[in-house]
Nanobody, 123 residues
């Protein structure tokens, strides 16, 4: 079993930045991808970014491409999401997730969600 703990959320004004962290523990060796998802109140959860643990192509939702950057530090079993130029529509609960199969741009393949961390962007 893989445990994921997301931290770093907060409240910022439009145009500001936040950096989210995801600490993974447990059977982390089985992870093929690390990813970030978000969910706004009353809306469906959506994939935001994904990265292969072994290196390779990174994937982003069109709405965040050019503003968000996903990265990882395998030695620390930690993934990050750097969020710049934040907009009010970025508001939501952000979840870290992991996938045990390849295909990091296929959002349905991710599992092991944590509690999530709240991001609020005000205008």
């Amino acid at each position: 079993q893989v445990q994921l703990v997301a931290t770093g959320g907060g409240s910022v004004q439009a145009g500001g930045s936040l950096r989210l962290s995801c600490a993974a523990s447990g059977y982390t060796g089985s992870n093929k991808c690390m990813g970030w998802f978000r969910q706004a109140p009353g809306k469906e959860r959506e994939g935001v970014a994904g990265i292969p643990t072994g290196g390779g192509t990174r994937y982003y939702a069109d709405s965040v491409k050019g503003r968000f950057t996903i990265s990882r530090d395998n030695a620390k079993n930690t993934a990050y999401l750097q969020m710049n130029s934040l907009r009010p529509e970025d508001t939501g609960t952000y979840y870290c997730a992991a996938s045990q199969v390849p295909g990091c741009g296929a959002w349905s393949r991710y599992t092991s969600w944590g509690q999530g961390t709240q991001v609020t962007v005000s205008s």
